[in-house]
């Protein structure tokens, strides 16, 4: 892997940029009147680089930034791990991508699972998986897939390849536009406008939002994930929402188009559907969940074997995991600080719930960039 | 896996782990001295011996590949000893010892290339090894080879670590991260363009330099090995019970290590030196410091990364250019073992 080193400084990390933008930001908040202005990003990444560059000490206060249910690993249900731990149990190949092995099941995580002796191998991309399948001929092979959009395009660009006869898929995958439907609708939550993920929007295209910010009021603005671009796209949410223009805003068109990229939406439908499912922690979300149509049972895992979840099942009562608060982080109602458990029985190598397992975690993400994200009044 | 009552990897990394286990196991070992002991924990004992000090100072050295861009386990394991000296002020060492863990089977030319590595960096420090001692484990025993070295040095004037107060300032002298990246990246076959090399070097000459400018002023001084100046600001911020703000765009980093960083999503300020230090200096000392750092050929990147401050005491708080976090300590998570 050869990389190329740029000599100048990255332009969207522009101090003199950031400041700018951070006082535009202010302004817009300040004209608004009214205190918290509260605005939700459902992106893992986008915690990424407001908690590493550490935006949030330069965000007004009267605004406040939640963080929702922007994790593909957190929001894996515990009964969709389960199948996973059983079909490891059952004898199978596991292939999964990495943070997964960590997240717990009602008993046993994919991780325990191999401990146990399981076949569980980690694969950083679904090609990998299916060559494991190659190198496995006499082995069923099943990669329990996990993320959004983005990734159960590439799952369904390998299925629609072809694929050897052991290959099978447990998708988990996650359709995000359903999740903010679910989050707008909860009461408590009280969001005046959301920032939609950029990666998923190359794919999907931003007019997806349009229906979704007429029908809950609440403007939408799909941003990159450079801290610059979350500043800017935060000025422009902020805009409409003092405007009370419940539109949807494209600061991120380098990448994103009205419509998307089609040929990887003609892929994702005509491989998956959509069908009601939970998320962990924050509901039953209607269209959340991406399964195999019918005609793919051949490779569907779910219909392809009777996958016995009793094996691994039986609901073990922790005193520590019933104090997580994983759920209304996920829902955007608390924040990690909230949690008693964080940064103490809850760490990145001993995590007690989803949130601190997976690097696109809100709690993991705290955790590793200093726990405490606002320091205004130092220095 | 280890468990709560097992020795894991991260407790070797120098971290927040690493401290815990060492003031948890080994600090009873330590007992009250005339001067800085165990329970110190700075990077070498200093004992009275009439009106000056004896400064004693012993390290292990494991490092995969032991043979690496700008050094190797021999280098390394005379710089480390020579610069936990001078961290003490001790920049005029009078010896060092070196002990040698063999596995069965180590190639004989490597063990020639080592010591001939050592002896360079001995010449370079102005130091000679005094006595060692050897000894070789069966296969598997041991990984390859294990070194150890101690050294002493007599000095009139000991500079600890603890010395901070609000308002000093914080300098390195030179760009971080280089060691271990140039580590990593050969570990992991990454090839990037440009030269990814460790800094690995002996520190006293240097040292030297910047305590005749700055005298009593230098009030702390640490190099920033396993952990990276993430853990080193910890450290002063911890024991002077003040806080510390790093401004992240003025602390030097060339544009390989960077670029490496990006690519493993590995922070160089967690990242392991050999060939640097970190200095708590008084304010007004600060120039006359800067410009004997930046004189000296070790030094030609020294710069002014950070300021004592008496808010949030024992936390180190970054200045991104574009907002303010606290800077995590390392936890030894993302670093393999690289010295």
């Known amino acids: 892997m050869a990389l190329q080193v740029e000599a100048q400084e990255l332009k969207f990390r522009d101090p003199a940029r950031a400041r700018e933008l951070a006082q535009a930001l202010e302004r817009e908040v300040k004209a608004i009147g009214r205190s918290p202005v509260n605005v939700m990003h459902v992106c893992g990444s986008h915690e990424q680089a407001i908690a590493r560059f550490g935006l949030r000490a330069a965000f007004p206060r009267d605004l406040s930034v939640i963080m929702g249910p922007g994790c593909p690993v957190c929001v894996t249900d515990t009964p969709e791990v389960d199948e996973a731990v059983a079909l490891a149990a059952m004898g199978a190949r596991v292939c999964t991508y990495g943070d997964m092995l960590k997240l717990p099941g009602a008993q046993k995580s994919l991780g325990d699972a191999q401990a146990d002796g399981g076949k569980v191998e980690v694969v950083y991309s679904v090609s990998q998986a299916v060559e494991v399948a190659k190198r496995h001929p006499l082995e069923q092979v099943v990669f329990f897939a996990s993320g959004f959009e983005t990734t159960a395009v590439a799952t369904a660009a390998v299925l629609l390849a072809g694929v050897p006869d052991n290959f099978s898929v447990l998708s988990s995958h996650k359709y995000v536009p359903a999740a903010m439907e679910v989050v707008s609708a909860m009461p408590e939550t009280h969001i005046e406008g959301y920032i939609a993920a950029g990666h998923a929007a190359i794919i999907t295209g931003w007019e997806i939002f349009v229906p979704f910010a007429r029908k809950t009021g609440a403007p939408v603005v799909v941003a990159g994930f450079e801290p610059l671009d979350v500043l800017a796209a935060l000025v422009k949410l902020v805009e409409l929402i003092k405007e009370r223009r419940p539109e949807v805003a494209n600061m991120y068109p380098r990448c994103v188009t009205r419509e998307g990229n089609q040929p990887a939406q003609e892929k994702l439908w005509k491989v998956f559907q959509t069908t009601t499912g939970d998320w962990r922690g924050i509901a039953r979300v209607p269209s959340g969940n991406l399964d195999l149509r019918p005609e793919w049972a051949h490779v569907d895992a779910r219909k392809r074997f009777r996958i016995d979840t009793s094996l691994v099942g039986g609901k073990v009562e922790n005193e520590l995991a019933k104090q997580c608060l994983c759920g209304d982080i996920m829902s955007g109602l608390k924040n990690p600080h909230d949690c008693k458990l964080f940064g103490k029985e809850c760490r990145p190598d001993s995590p007690v719930g989803a949130c601190m397992v997976s690097s696109e975690g809100a709690c993991r993400i705290w955790h590793q960039y200093g726990g405490i994200p606002d320091l205004r009044e130092v220095g | ?339």
């Open chain 2, 1 to 339: 896996m280890a468990g709560p009552d097992r020795v894991a990897l991260k407790h070797g990394a120098g971290g927040r782990a690493m401290r815990a286990l060492i003031e948890d196991v080994f600090l009873p070992l330590g007992g009250p001295v005339d001067g800085v002991g165990l329970s110190a924990m700075d990077d070498g004992a200093a004992l009275r011996v009439g009106d000056q000090w004896l400064v004693v100072t012993t390290d292990s050295h494991v490092v995969q590949p032991i043979f690496f861009p700008g050094g190797d386990i021999g280098r390394i394991s005379v710089c480390g000893t020579v610069n936990d000296l001078a961290m003490m002020g001790a920049t005029e060492p009078l010896g060092l010892t070196c002990a040698v863990v063999i596995e069965e089977g180590f190639p004989r030319e490597a063990l020639e290339r080592i010591r001939d590595s050592m002896k360079r960096a001995c010449e370079e420090a102005g130091v000679t090894i005094v006595t060692g001692d050897t000894k070789v484990m069966g296969k598997g025993e041991v990984d390859g080879i294990v070194l150890n070295t101690a050294g002493f040095a007599l000095a009139r004037r000991i500079v600890r670590d603890d010395g901070l107060r609000p308002g000093d300032r914080i300098i390195v002298t030179g760009t971080v991260g280089d060691h271990g990246m140039a580590v990593m990246t050969r570990r992991r076959d990454l090839q990037i363009e440009g030269d990814l090399r460790s800094d690995v070097a002996p520190l006293n000459g240097l040292v030297r330099a910047a305590l005749q400018a700055g005298g009593e002023a230098v009030v702390a001084m640490k190099d920033p090995t396993r952990g990276g100046l993430a853990s080193v600001l910890h450290e002063f911020a911890q024991k002077a019970k003040v806080g510390v703000v790093l401004d992240g765009p003025s602390v030097p980093v060339t544009h390989e290590v960077q670029a490496a960083a990006e690519m493993l999503g590995i922070d160089p300020l967690v990242v392991a030196n050999e060939g640097k230090a970190v200095l708590g200096v008084r304010p007004e000392a600060v120039d006359r410091v800067l410009a004997a750092l930046r004189a000296h050929p070790q030094g030609r990147r020294a710069a002014v990364v950070g300021t004592a401050v008496a808010e949030r005491p024992g936390n180190v708080i970054l200045d991104t250019g574009l907002g303010r976090r606290l800077l995590a300590e390392s936890d030894g998570e993302p670093l393999p073992r690289i010295c």
